[in-house]
């Protein structure tokens, strides 16, 4: 029985809830007080709610997120019709901004803004003392990070075998991109490196291998950064995995030196681009030096092993198709194994909003708050780039067509514009964005290659056939029957098993491929 209980509904089960952790570990005299409770927006409502009942709190404190919002609404609802008496304590950066016109707010007793680490603490023991906050809003002050207890020995034995495990070496962001929460955030704030490494230690002796670091600027602070690297390159071992977000035109020689030690297959850097059109990046106080980030990019992909994840956003203000095709061409001439391809979202408390009147951005008023339209994109171009990223993700960034899908720009054509037109005519064919399986997303992809591609149906089979082996499968489908024979089957059956997805982009795409990119 737990008199507070601390929950959220997370994404996806294995995504660890790393917020309630740190919650939980500064509560002090009251953390044997408390338990955590981690669900999924899967799950139904109603069942949470019991779960959350069972041990009958007097606190529940909600992690609210945009991708939870509204379950969470529905939680909180179910909570207090049931449990008057219960104190609801909402936190997280959904809540944390425009609190006037929220009816999960409405609906709870209170709500802590900010980094709550410390005031959860606070504001828990003030309730179970018998007094209450004076305030329904109550903002945290920012929390000095060498005064926190760490979180990392809440991360369980099933955690550890089963959830991605989150680290973090800093908080805060030195730029003021409109678009992003980090935009408000204070100075950038670093955790005492000793601590941190100590921590590191303990995790990996208890048998983590992949750690997703969540700071905002990895290589913001090169003597953490090379500190970091230097620790995780003395402990090389199988199954090492490392995720890091990087600031994309900031690699200077010595922190590349050590970047390049690392084996293929152990550092992913997510690398925001979000736009090459210098103008843009005035419209959303963004700054990057796109010719460092250019050659940072050759020199990852070239000289490093490391796995490339680069970000691209639709419907930023000023930037319309033609400008955002270049941009998409530009980048998939650098390398990365990964573009995702995202579209912009309208974040509460973002400066964004200045650009709504002057750039007509229409968003949706519904979680996750994505552009509908703005002055340069209507509402139908805006859905034929939401299947242009979701159609991508299954063909270019899955591994699982690296041989093939260059066949579309192989006679020097645009490949955003060569996709554009795939993607369109995927979903006239196929109807649908979601739930193609594998088999039938290859054979769609022959027939459209085998049709407009200048290339022989054979050498489209034969390409298509690479890319089906890659995924671990070694019985040819039946439209590639004729273009096969028994003894490559044979073959294919005696390689095995699927890698996973990133294992797949470990080989570059065909060099002669990407030259038609360049």
């Known amino acids: 029985m737990a008199e507070i209980v601390i929950a959220t509904l997370n994404a996806k089960y294995i995504h660890a809830a790393f917020g309630l952790r740190y919650l939980l570990a500064n509560l002090g005299d009251l953390r044997p007080r408390a338990a955590l409770a981690e669900f999924d927006i899967q799950q139904k409502p109603i069942e949470i709610v019991e779960s959350l ?18 379950p969470t609404t529905e939680v909180v609802a179910l909570l207090k019709r049931l449990r008057p008496d219960l104190t609801v304590i ?97 100075p950038v704030r670093q955790f005492p490196l000793p601590l941190l490494l100590s921590a590191l230690q303990k995790l990996i002796d208890s048998g983590v291998r992949q750690f997703k670091f969540v700071d905002r600027t990895f290589n913001l602070n090169l003597q953490t950064s090379r500190a970091l690297l230097a620790f995780f390159l003395e402990r090389l071992r199988p199954g090492l995995f490392l995720h890091f977000e990087m600031i994309p035109d900031r690699l200077p020689d010595g922190l590349r030196e050590l970047i390049a030690k690392f084996p293929p297959g152990v550092l992913q850097f997510e690398v925001g681009i979000q736009t090459f059109n210098e103008e843009v990046s005035r419209n959303i106080s963004r700054r990057q030096d796109y010719s460092r980030l250019s050659d940072n990019f ?15 956003i639709v419907g930023l203000p000023g930037e319309g198709m033609e400008s955002f095709a270049a941009g998409f061409d530009r980048l998939l001439a650098l390398r990365p194994q990964e573009i995702q391809v995202g579209i912009l979202k309208r974040l509460r408390g973002t400066p964004i909003v200045r650009h709504d009147a ?26 034929r780039f939401r299947r242009f990223a979701r159609y991508w993700d299954l063909l270019g960034n899955s591994g699982n067509f ?67 082996q890659r995924c671990g499968r070694h019985e040819a489908p039946l439209f590639l029957r004729e273009f096969v024979s028994h003894e490559e089957t044979r073959a294919a059956r005696a390689r095995g098993l699927a890698p996973k997805r990133q294992a797949r982009h470990l080989a570059s795409l065909p060099s002669a491929a990407l030259d038609n990119c360049k």
């Open 402 to 468: 690296v041989e093939s899908l260059p066949l579309l720009w192989a006679g020097g054509a645009s490949p955003f514009w060569s996709f554009m037109a795939l993607a369109d005519w995927l979903y006239a064919e196929a109807g649908r964005q979601h739930s193609i399986a594998l088999n039938y997303l290859a054979e769609l992809l022959f027939r459209y290659l085998a049709e407009s591609s200048v290339l022989p149906r054979e050498a489209v089979a034969q390409a298509i056939w690479s890319d089906y």
């Open 53 to 70: 009942l069972a041990s009958q709190p007097r606190i529940v404190g909600l992690g609210v997120y945009i991708w939870n919002v509204t």
């Open 298 to 312: 050759r020199f990852l992909r070239g000289q490093t092993g490391v796995h490339v994840h680069a970000d691209l």
């Open 358 to 383: 002057a750039w007509e951005m229409v968003y949706s008023p519904h979680p996750p708050y994505e552009i509908l339209r703005n002055k340069t994109i209507d509402f139908i171009a805006m859905q």
């Open 90 to 186: 909402l936190g997280g950066p959904e809540v944390s901004f425009e609190t006037d016109q929220q009816e999960i707010i409405r609906l709870a007793d209170y709500v802590i803004t900010g980094e709550a680490d410390l005031q959860f603490a606070v504001v828990c023991s003030q309730i179970l003392g018998g007094g209450r906050p004076s305030a329904k809003v109550i903002p945290s002050e920012i929390p000095d990070l060498a005064q926190l207890a760490l979180p990392y020995d809440l991360y369980s034995e099933n955690d550890i075998a089963h959830r991605v495990i989150y680290v973090e070496a800093s908080r805060g962001c030195p730029f003021t991109c409109e678009f992003c929460l980090s935009s408000l955030d204070v």
